[in-house]
């Protein structure tokens, strides 16, 4: 009796042909719904809102409606407007910085627009000429006064500093007061 040996040989390669053979694709589903925003991963942004913008905190606008009323309603102070956008780390970074200001400057407003939210925004952000964030611009009696862009203290510092009257606290303020003071980076 003769055995075919190719039987047994045809459907080991068939069965192996139907193993390499790409499989449909699995349709994943969504474990969050997508109408609902995305929550952001800095940390400050996740910060309840305060209800009205106060000197000693940054206070972040979303209309420029807001600015407007802001710019009105503060024009005694210098108001200090830092123009981001979401993806734009030197801002993120910047931010804790920022905080400290406004803490240091409590004659001053520090206010803070994201601009790539909305529609309104990203018209603002073209129209006061912002090519690159963070990009910060000073009022004072509703007017700008200065602008500068960039995320570093020992440019921006200055230039707000110049921005200050005589008797408004901060003028004196350097680089090395903006650093936390409840952080030890020499150890």
């Known amino acids: 009796m003769m055995m075919r040996k190719s039987v047994p040989n045809m459907a080991y390669r068939s069965a192996r042909i139907v193993s390499l053979a790409p499989r449909p694709s699995r349709r994943l589903s969504c474990p969050r719904s997508l109408v609902e925003p995305r929550p952001s991963i800095d940390p400050l942004a996740n910060k309840p809102r305060a209800a009205t913008a ?26 200090v407007i830092m123009c981001k956008a979401s993806h734009c780390k030197p801002c993120k970074k ?29 018209k603002l952000m073209v129209q006061w000429g912002v ?16 602008t500068v862009t960039g995320a570093k203290e020992a440019k921006v510092l200055p230039v707000l500093t110049g921005c200050l009257r005589d008797g408004e606290r901060g003028r004196s303020l350097q680089p090395e007061d903006l650093e936390d003071p409840t952080t030890d980076d020499d150890l």
């Not at 106060?54 to 108001?79: C, I, M, Q, W």
């Not at 931010?95 to 520090?110: C, K």
């Not at 090519?131 to 200065?146: D, H, I, L, W």
């Open 54 to 79: 106060a000197p000693g905190s940054v206070f972040t606008v979303y209309t420029p409606e807001e600015v407007d009323a802001l710019l009105n309603e503060h024009k005694d102070r210098l108001v």
């Open 94 to 122: 910047f931010m804790s910085t920022y905080q400290r200001m406004a803490q240091l400057l409590p004659d001053s407003l520090l206010l803070d627009v994201m601009g790539d939210t909305s529609a309104d925004t990203k």
């Open 131 to 146: 090519k690159s964030t963070p990009t910060f611009r000073m009022y004072r009696g509703g007017e700008c006064v200065a």
